[in-house]
């Protein structure tokens, strides 16, 4: 074992926050590859130097035969050190009887020699910025099938923020330390777990893969993050007046009662009223929709409303929670009846509620496919995509989790898709989203503004 | 954050293309009440410009326009 770069041992039988902690370890050494010393848990340890001077520095502990504690202060040794500081445990939604869940207060301290991570950009810029967006990634939209939720708080890059518990001094003349190439920063974080973590993986999408009941699935922390390897940089906020995207008309989309088809996309709703809609082709008690009604999913398929009213309308028992990011999915059989939709949230199949169920007449029409109206939805959205023919359990998981159609069989058949912010194009005062399939040139907003790109949910 | 300030005003306003002028898209676009005499327009974000053209218009922000746009005059949506 080198002193510079210690072997740190992972606990065995770690529990509660500790096996967290040492998941999250394993995870960020595996997710930033220029974490060259990704350390655990540390501890503020009082250290007395030989001229009787005390000092308080992160200690890691290593559990040799001299039951060690290692010195975790930054070293520009190490091309990436990171360490992390658990706060506190507080107890929240306590039930008697039922298992309780817990938050900590959780700090990941990184110190990094941009030197030896890429001498040649560091010539002309601070990367400090690239290595943190590195963090936020793998802590948002990269975590995921983990027994704990964690949310980011505050970041920062000022020195003495990010070592403000222990005593470690600039030092600037004698050793660099604050100075490039060596960089700081953290982030503080809130890590909730149940009572028995790490038993039970609180994200539903790991809920499913164990087979746990749907009591349990709901139960689980809804995470604020949409699939595992996804990822893109920019959603869009849409204000539920006014705001919404339009398609050119094309013949692709004339979608007929009796087309089975798949609609994916993620969604976070602002606020809940009553019919909003995701994804529609749709005017007057006329086609199709996908969207919310109150707080739960529905599909509507319609031929005409009022007295003449010839509709299928399904909708979820479920509800989403406003502010909360989900990957939601409806597939439809073409059989004109409620058994044929199948809702998804974050790829858990629900069970559904028949609103109305007396189509029999043809639901095609000539107005424009439309995302976020025509019915204007208060919710910022992402990835919308369509195909034409009817996803099964693993085709919605695969969209869930990775994101990207990689079935071949499921590229042929998208006829929409629509990464949103990503590669748009904001002219006068108009955005040009480019379809993914190529069928149309792009989605065109109407009455949305440049600020209503936002960062990618 | 900076908001939209929102209003709804009279398709028949004399000045109705100048107030299109000052909203966020066309006016051919803006969400127009179930009976075609009134729309909703919203001023850009961070933009705090008192103008003559709105005068007499009663100002909205985005909750008090959301609960509106859900309002018999604006919505017909059958559900159920």
């Not at chain 1, 301290?109 to 560091?122: G, K, M, R, V």
């Not at chain 1, 100075?179 to 973590?197: A, G, N, Q, V």
């Not at chain 1, 912010?421 to 399939?437: A, E, H, I, Q």
Request: proline fraction near 4%; charge should be negative.
């Amino acid at each position: 074992m080198s002193v510079q770069n210690p072997t740190i041992p992972g606990a065995l039988e770690a529990k509660g926050i500790d096996a967290a902690i040492i998941d999250l370890q394993t995870f960020l050494s595996f997710e930033l590859t220029w974490l060259s010393n990704g350390m655990g848990r540390a501890y503020k340890r009082k250290k007395v130097r030989p001229n009787q001077a005390v000092q308080f520095l992160p200690m890691v502990y290593l559990g040799t035969s001299k039951y060690d504690f290692f010195d975790a202060s930054p070293d520009n040794d190490k091309e990436g050190q990171s360490i992390i500081l658990v706060g506190n445990r507080t107890p929240i939604d306590f039930q008697r009887g039922h298992y309780g869940y817990s938050e900590y207060p959780v700090s990941l301290i990184f110190s990094a020699n941009l030197e030896t991570i890429n001498p040649i950009l560091l010539l002309t810029e601070d990367f400090t910025e690239h290595l943190m967006d590195n963090v936020r990634q793998a802590l948002t939209r990269d975590i995921l099938g983990k027994s704990y939720d964690l949310e980011i708080l505050e970041e920062t890059r000022d020195f003495d923020e990010v070592y403000a518990e222990f005593d470690i001094n600039t030092d600037a003349g004698k050793t660099n330390k604050p100075l490039l190439p060596m960089t700081y920063f953290r982030f503080d974080t809130t890590i909730t777990i149940k009572e028995d973590c790490p038993s039970i993986p609180l994200d539903r999408c790991t809920a499913i893969q164990n087979n746990l009941t749907q009591d349990d699935i709901d139960n689980c922390i809804i995470p604020n993050y949409c699939g595992g390897g996804f990822s893109n940089t920019y959603s869009m906020a849409f204000d539920g007046v006014n705001e919404e995207l339009e398609a050119p008309t094309n013949a692709i989309y004339d979608i007929e009662r009796t087309d089975s088809f798949t609609i994916c996309c993620r969604v976070n709703v602002a606020s809940f009223a009553a019919v909003q809609q995701f994804i529609a082709k749709h005017l007057g008690g006329r086609g199709w929709y996908f969207g919310v009604v109150g707080a739960r999913l529905i599909l509507a398929l319609e031929h005409a409303g009022g007295a003449m009213s010839n509709k299928l309308q399904v909708r979820t028992v479920a509800s989403l929670t406003a502010g909360v990011s989900y990957h939601v999915a409806v597939t439809y059989d073409g059989t004109s009846t409620p058994g044929g939709i199948k809702f998804y949230i974050d790829g858990v199949l629900q069970s559904n509620v028949t609103l109305l169920n007396n189509l029999s007449m043809t639901i095609t029409n000539v107005f424009p496919v439309i995302i976020g109206g025509p019915i204007n939805i208060d919710a910022t959205i992402n990835v919308v995509r369509m195909w034409d023919i009817e996803f099964t359990q693993a085709q919605i998981t695969s969209d869930y989790n990775a994101g990207t159609p990689t079935d071949p069989i499921q590229q042929v058949n998208q006829i929409i898709g629509c990464d949103m912010g990503d590669n748009g194009l904001f002219g006068v005062d108009t955005w040009v989203l480019p379809d993914t399939t190529g069928n149309v040139t792009g989605f065109q907003s109407n009455n949305m503004e440049f600020l209503d790109r936002v960062a990618a949910i | 954050m900076d908001d939209n300030r929102y209003y709804i005003v009279n398709m028949n306003d004399p000045n109705i293309l100048a107030i299109g002028q000052l909203s966020v898209g066309a006016l051919g676009s803006q969400r127009v009440s179930l009976d075609g005499t009134q729309a909703i327009i919203k001023l850009p974000k961070g933009d705090e410009t008192q103008y003559p053209e709105l005068e007499g218009y009663e100002q909205y922000n985005h909750s008090q326009i959301r609960e509106i746009v859900f309002e018999p005059e604006w919505y017909n949506e059958e559900v159920g």
